[in-house]
């Protein structure tokens, strides 16, 4: 693992994708997606790829591309989809990729973030926000056990995110 890489983990909605991106330009260092790598591999967006494959494939794919990139030098900055960390081989994989940092989010925050959001298949449901309060139940400890540094993000501006992550790592 190389010592200034950062492995972001958070529920959908925590602000993974942007504050990746913020963080490659203070940093001076590239960003991956894994979410992008999948569907630029698989030639269609996660939301095709759930309804023609289903999400089990999906999975699988999330866990190989993890393996392919622990085994690479890479230095950078990794986001990566809200479920990464549920699988505890993914975690562990996470962990060989670099510092592992949680964007922590509370459901009513994710809720107005992502009401009328169409690219998350997993919130295409009659009741979007008990599905979110539900999943991020049932993943709390999972992220919590996946990451080294923990930032709670409800309420902040990207500015102070940035500088809790730079100060930890
Ligand atoms: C998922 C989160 C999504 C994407 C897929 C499944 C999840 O990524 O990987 O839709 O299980 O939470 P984001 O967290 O970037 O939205």
Do not use: H, W
């Amino acid at each position: 693992m190389r010592s200034r890489n950062v492995v972001l983990i958070g529920f959908m909605g925590s602000g993974k994708t942007s504050v990746g991106l913020r963080l490659s330009y203070r940093l001076r260092l590239p960003v991956e997606d894994t979410d992008r790598l999948i569907e630029r591999r698989e030639g269609c967006s996660i939301s095709e790829l759930f309804a023609e494959k289903g999400e089990e494939y999906f999975r699988r794919q999330e866990t190989e591309l993890l393996r392919e990139l622990a085994e690479r030098n890479y230095a950078g900055i990794f986001s990566v989809g809200g479920g990464t960390p549920v699988r505890p081989e993914n975690r562990a994989l996470l962990r060989r990729l670099g510092k592992v940092v949680l964007l922590r989010i509370k459901p009513e925050t994710v809720y107005d973030r992502l009401k009328g959001d169409t690219a998350r298949p997993l919130l295409q449901c009659a009741n979007p926000r008990e599905r979110i309060r539900q999943l991020l139940e049932s993943r709390q400890e999972a992220y919590e056990d996946g990451a080294d540094v923990i930032v709670d993000v409800d309420g902040k501006e990207m500015e102070e995110i940035l500088d809790e992550i730079v100060k930890e790592i």
